[in-house]
């Protein structure tokens, strides 16, 4: 939705209907479209795609600013007849999905004013409509199907049953699949956030939102799986612009990387700002106390912190810190726990949220046990998910 309905992959473009328009904020920094169900405004795409007797997979970022009526997110009309007419939508703030009079109603009831990644999976192979919210499974139902409408155009943002039911809020990042998505793929699509390899670039996002890096005085070097970045220069950082999520108070996350250090002194390794260049709110999540340890933090009005132990010079450390406001933060040096806040809010900035690796760039964060600062050394494997990581996945990362 980058201030068009271009299709960035296949040739199924869309044409905006009543002007709806794109504004910044979206789920990856970038633009989304909002969507005024008053002023009946939706996508359509006019390019015909068979969805007959076939698996297929639609993803989607929401964020509903009403649920007060049905609200359609895609569809596919051929007839008012059972299995040939496709649509998703959001209805008493439940997702439903349906072939017509053969549907799956989920669950739970989302919320406003909140992101949602949902998606809509049909297994032909097995007859079966599943919806996934956040990347977990919702509900499904087998015996269903198979769609057998034969034409019509896609809406995105609309389904009309003799009148139109456009959305209200934003969308962002829809993506088809004709396959039936895996349960472990879509988790990763709803939740891994960024995921920096540098095997592809110094640059490049490996993740599903492509939130590509900005690196100063920072250059590609030998990593701890292939290549990795080396901070050497008392100007060095390597930042990432577009975390809303990271921005909302109380939300889980988990932030995972290599590191190898080549001094002894204190440092950041992770900074989270509500400012581009590191300031507003402000303060670190991963870096090095005065000694030399590993530290985790959060922020709830202050910054609690859980404190590890002095990571060595010279070798590659695996380090993951997580959060829930259950668990608080949870620390991890090479696969293994450390210790945990125990419960804790998190106060986030309310804003699209910058990071920047290697350096806080500003000073006056919010601090407790880290030392904010340059970091010298090397960094490899940069992953920030919008989840609390389990221990058994720490364990898989800590493991390459």
């Known amino acids: 939705m980058e201030i068009n309905a271009h299709d960035s992959?296949?040739?199924?473009?869309?044409?905006?209907?009543?002007?709806?328009?794109?504004?910044?904020?979206?789920?990856?920094?970038?633009?989304?479209?909002?969507?005024?169900?008053?002023?009946?405004?939706?996508?359509?795409?006019?390019?015909?795609?068979?969805f007959v007797s076939t698996s297929f997979t639609v993803e989607m970022w929401i964020y509903p600013t009403s649920l007060d009526f049905s609200y359609g997110l895609f569809s596919q009309y051929e007839s008012f007849t059972q299995d040939h007419y496709l649509y998703f939508m959001l209805s008493g703030g439940k997702l439903k999905m349906s072939f017509w009079s053969d549907n799956v109603?989920?669950?739970?009831?989302?919320?406003?004013?909140?992101?949602?990644?949902?998606?809509?999976?049909y297994d032909y192979s097995s007859r079966t409509q599943i919806i996934y919210i956040n990347g977990v499974q919702d509900i499904s139902?087998?015996?269903?199907?198979?769609?057998?409408?034969?034409s019509g155009t896609i809406s995105i943002g609309n389904y009309n049953n003799g009148i139109d039911h456009p959305f209200n809020g934003y969308i962002d990042q829809v993506t088809l699949y004709m396959n039936a998505r895996s349960a472990s793929d879509i988790l990763s699509d709803a939740t891994l956030t960024t995921w920096h390899s540098f095997d592809?670039?110094?640059?490049?996002?490996?993740?599903?939102?492509?939130?590509?890096?900005?690196?100063?005085?920072?250059?590609?070097?030998?990593?701890?799986?292939?290549?990795?970045?080396i901070f050497n220069s008392s100007s060095s950082y390597y930042q990432l612009y577009g975390f809303p999520i990271l921005g909302t108070s109380n939300h889980p996350y988990s932030i995972s990387l290599w590191v190898q250090r080549t001094s002894t002194s204190g440092g950041t390794l992770v900074h989270v700002s509500a400012q581009f260049k590191g300031a507003g709110w402000c303060t670190d999540f991963i870096g090095f106390s005065s000694s030399g340890q590993i530290v985790g933090a959060s922020y709830d009005g202050t910054v609690k912190n859980v404190v590890g132990p002095v990571?060595?010079?010279?070798?590659?450390?695996?380090?993951?810190?997580?959060?829930?406001?259950t668990n608080g933060v949870r620390l991890y040096v090479n696969g293994s726990l450390i210790n945990s806040t125990g419960t804790m809010a998190y106060s986030a900035s309310g804003a699209v949220n910058t990071l920047t690796l290697g350096n806080p760039r500003v000073t006056g964060c919010a601090t407790k046990s880290i030392v904010p600062g340059t970091f010298y050394g090397y960094l490899d494997e940069f992953r920030l998910y919008s989840r609390e990581l389990s221990a058994a996945d720490v364990t898989t990362l800590a493991n390459p």
Do not use: E, K, M
Not at 37 to 44: A, G, K, L, V
Not at 144 to 149: E, T
Not at 204 to 223: C, E, K, M, Q
């Open 9 to 50: 992959i296949s040739n199924l473009s869309g044409t905006t209907v009543n002007s709806p328009i794109y504004v910044n904020g979206g789920i990856n920094g970038g633009y989304r479209v909002r969507l005024i169900h008053d002023n009946d405004q939706y996508i359509t795409i006019p390019t015909y795609q068979s």
């Open 105 to 121: 109603i989920s669950g739970t009831t989302l919320s406003t004013y909140a992101w949602y990644h949902i998606a809509f999976v």
């Open 141 to 150: 139902r087998s015996s269903a199907g198979p769609y057998l409408g034969a």
């Open 200 to 229: 592809c670039g110094i640059s490049f996002d490996s993740g599903p939102l492509r939130i590509n890096g900005t690196a100063n005085n920072v250059i590609l070097a030998s990593g701890r799986v292939n290549q990795g970045l």
């Open 311 to 325: 990571v060595s010079i010279n070798a590659w450390t695996h380090v993951t810190t997580t959060f829930s406001t």
